[in-house]
């Protein structure tokens, strides 16, 4: 299982690291979930943070992706986009050759590469950002029920994903609501 969850609060989007609210909250959550064989974040202090305010040790940082310039230009027109904000972005993955696709499609492959060695049984957490692991998450999903799964998440919200280690593939998901 691979559970996926946005970074904490912080003071505003242009703050670096979390506020106390969210240690606070990032802490409460940590007592609900784990232990994780495997614990990743991005390379953004405010995810690190989120994983160490839970309790877990980060095993491994996940590089920025080459293009992701590209994808917040591109990403950004879902926001004009009409229907639910999981179908808006499920289209935007779905344009083969954007840099939205190449991107969603690349985090994905970072997440089954972390899934890859772990056992039967083990687990892995992944702390990311909004916008980001939804767009991954379309990709890894391409034919779900986008309009059935809701607003994009909030702080500390997420996905569960239960991964098949003989086929190499996520199947089913659980969404991690407030």
């Known amino acids: ?17 979390l506020s106390q609210e969210g240690v606070e909250l990032a802490r409460w959550s940590g007592t609900l979930m784990g232990p994780f064989q495997v614990v990743a974040t991005s390379v ?21 992706l080459a ?7 591109e990403s950004q027109a879902a926001a004009y986009d009409v229907g639910a904000p999981f179908t808006r972005l499920a289209r935007l993955v779905g344009r083969n050759g954007s840099a939205v696709h190449a991107y969603s ?17 083990d687990a ?18 391409p034919e779900a029920e986008h309009d059935e799964w809701g607003a994009l998440f909030g702080y ?3 996905a569960r994903l239960h991964y098949d280690s003989a086929a190499g593939r996520f199947h089913d998901i659980e969404f991690v609501r407030g």
């Open 105 to 121: 499609h690349a985090l994905a492959r970072q997440w089954s590469e972390l899934m890859a060695p772990l056992g039967a049984g």
């Open 1 to 17: 299982m691979l559970e996926i969850r946005r970074h904490s609060k912080r003071s505003g989007d242009e703050a670096v690291h």
């Open 156 to 158: 500390m919200e997420g």
């Open 67 to 73: 293009n992701v310039n590209e994808f917040l230009k």
């Open 124 to 141: 892995g957490l992944v702390i990311g950002h909004g916008g980001h692991i939804e767009c991954a998450l379309t990709a890894l999903f």
């Open 44 to 64: 953004a202090p405010r995810a690190r943070e989120t994983a160490i305010a839970m309790g877990f040790a980060v095993t491994v940082e996940l590089p920025t």
